[in-house]
């Protein structure tokens, strides 16, 4: 029963593998493996196009793991419309389980997904995304192939709750750690603490790297509108699977690719939104590679020209009070894109993957409780954006202005005639173990103006970029009540904490970065104002000590310890350029340029 009322535009690629008359030997090899677990020769040559479902929810993978019921619903929606559903596993990324860090795993899920929808009969695919990485990966890899994609978020897990307050995942981590530490709960409590956070399957329920990136590929058009904020187990999760399902069909009769959707207007609609949601500072990093995968031109800078200035709506944890659940009632991604809407910062003609533009998609969205979503005129926080920071120190770094603290403002920012300026002594972490030797250690001579450095911690030097630049000040200040001290690294924070660090710095030691050349006890100057962060020492000194540097062999790492690790340490790029494989994103819309792949 194809459906013929929507012939498609091109002829589906999966025809060569499954009914091609110049090759009637390979055909026959092609159906019969087909056929073999009850698919039947009639559907496999009807015409009906193959649309694949690409996995990443897995034991392995708990975060996405209720894509496995979810894709139940998937395929309902592609019989239902007149495609045959192909399942297959995603190489699987876990956020907190995987060692020595997710991150590691982004760039290898998006090689193999390539790999998969490049050389099989696939028509189109439902990108099934959630945990952190997994989403740029799976948009990443649908990038470079460019066959019709749709994304379907996993969803958040429910709202945590404990004794009546909402703990949200991940943030609950840092503020029990200092609970801990100041002797308010012991082990066991906060253990019981932290586990409250996690009450159901679903993703990270505060505006975490996963609700970011998943908000993010709505505004960027690839998800159904509304759908990214479900919480995973509602029943309209099930609903908006079976719609994923059936949509995605006929974006295979209309030819709507990730390039059609995935434009330089979306990606500065995607920026301003995530300005606006208090999205994660990995969000540049990702959205920088998906860009780059596609050749469209993005810049670092970009995120500071377009989404600076934007103000904080969503009232989520860790910049405000709310979680999943009270976003996704409130009104979701499509009432932020409305506020942003009604000033004129959002490209209304964007096209998504529904067929309609973002403006068609967005313009009645309400706000439905103006606690967790906040009306532009009356924002929770002004200029929500990065800065972006450069100097002797790096060539880029980001920093989120708005979660700077009153208490930390008087302690770092207190220069009546240069209020956005500091100067400190740094302290300097080779890696996440020398801090967690060392910093409880007096001799480190650790006060409230110290500035707190994470280096070795990037793409190459961890490798993999660690989320580990949030350091805790050291315990004898924590009891005095100093909670947060300027951190500076080339690593990566977890979106779910609230820190005031200075990220993603490029290139990171291990690539030469002037991280490499600092020693502790110099002194640093941070200017947020001007938007510098500079080692306070001459040219000429810096010199020196580059000349040393590169004498000893440049900045020590770890051995290898994969395969992997030693193939990703020798393609990789920085974070500012999105941490891609750089060999990669040579490679564009290989399902056109590049033709079919050889017979098997
Ligand atoms: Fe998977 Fe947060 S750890 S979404
Ligand atoms: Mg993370």
């Known amino acids: 029963m194809s459906d013929h009322s929507n012939p498609p535009k091109t002829k589906l690629r ?40 690409a996995q990443t929810g897995s ?36 956020e907190t389980g995987k060692r020595p860090t997710a991150a590691l795993d982004r760039n290898l899920a998006y090689l193999g997904l390539v790999e998969l929808l490049y050389g099989y009969p696939l028509d189109g695919v439902v990108l099934t995304i959630g945990c952190d990485k997994t989403t740029p990966a799976c948009l990443m890899a649908a990038a470079t192939v460019n066959i019709p994609a749709i994304a ?10 404990f004794r009546g307050e909402r703990t949200g995942s991940g943030t609950i981590v840092w503020k029990a750690r200092e609970m801990m530490a100041a002797g308010e709960i012991d082990y066991a409590g906060f253990i019981k603490l932290v586990a409250s956070s996690a009450p159901s399957t679903g993703y990270c329920n505060t505006m975490g790297t996963a609700t970011t990136m998943n908000s993010l590929a709505e505004a960027l058009g690839m998800q159904l509108p509304g759908s990214a904020a479900i919480p995973a187990p509602y029943r309209d999760r099930q609903e908006v699977a079976y719609k994923t399902g059936k949509r995605i069909v006929d974006m295979v009769a209309e030819d709507l690719k990730p390039s059609d959707i995935m434009t330089r207007k979306a990606f500065e609609n995607a920026i301003r939104v995530n300005s606006a949601i208090g999205g994660s500072t990995n969000a540049p990093i990702h959205l920088n590679a998906i ?80 606690n967790v979503i906040k009306t532009f005129d009356a924002p929770l926080k002004e200029r929500a ?12 770094a980001i920093m989120k202005l708005s979660v700077i603290s009153p208490e930390f403002r008087k302690r770092y920012l207190s220069n009546p005639d240069d209020p956005m300026a500091f100067e400190g002594k740094a302290v300097v972490f080779d890696g996440p173990e020398d801090y967690h030797h060392r910093i409880d250690d007096p001799a480190l001579g650790i006060d409230e103006n110290t500035v707190l450095f994470m280096r070795g911690a990037g ?10 630049v ?55 100057r941070i200017d947020l104002g001007r938007g510098t962060a500079d080692i306070l020492i001459s040219d000429e000194e810096l010199a020196e000590r580059r000349l040393r540097l590169e004498a000893e062999g440049g900045f020590p790492y770890p051995d290898h310890q994969t395969p992997w690790q030693e193939i990703q340490r020798g393609l990789v790029g920085q974070m500012s350029t999105g941490m891609c494989l750089e060999m990669a994103t040579s490679y564009r819309s290989v399902a056109q340029t590049k033709g079919l792949p050889r017979d098997n």
């Open 14 to 53: 999966s025809r060569a593998w499954f009914d091609n008359p110049d090759n009637p030997d390979m055909t026959a090899l092609y159906l019969e493996r087909y056929l073999n677990y009850g698919i039947s020769q009639e559907e496999l040559q009807s015409g009906k196009p193959i649309i694949g479902i």
């Open 59 to 94: 034991d392995l993978s708990p975060c996405n793991r209720h894509h496995l019921e979810l894709a139940k619903r998937v395929r309902d929606g592609i019989i239902e419309s007149g495609g045959i559903p192909m399942e297959f596993p995603v190489h699987p990324i876990q």
């Open 152 to 161: 379907l978020s996993v969803g958040p897990m429910l709202n945590g709750w």
């Open 291 to 370: 860009a780059r995968h596609l050749g469209v031109e993005l810049h670092i800078d970009d995120w500071q020209t377009l989404g600076e200035e934007i103000p904080l709506l969503v009232n989520l944890q860790p910049a405000g009070e709310y979680l999943g659940e009270d976003y996704y009632h409130a009104g979701g991604v499509p009432a932020v894109v409305a506020q942003l809407m009604g000033q004129g910062l959002i490209h209304e003609d964007a096209l998504t993957a529904n067929g309609k533009t973002i403006g068609e998609n967005c313009r009645d969205a309400e706000i439905a409780d103006a």
């Open 385 to 396: 954006g990065f800065r972006v920071l450069r100097g002797n120190l790096f060539d880029s």
């Open 459 to 468: 793409p190459i030097g961890y490798p993999g970029a660690a989320e580990v």
């Open 470 to 524: 949030n350091m805790r000040a050291p315990d004898y200040l924590i009891k005095r009540g100093i909670t947060s001290l300027a951190c500076v690294g080339d690593g990566r924070q977890s979106g779910t904490s609230g820190s005031p660090s200075i990220l993603n710095a490029s290139p990171e030691a291990a690539a030469g970065g002037g991280l490499a050349l600092l020693k502790t006890g110099d002194r640093v």
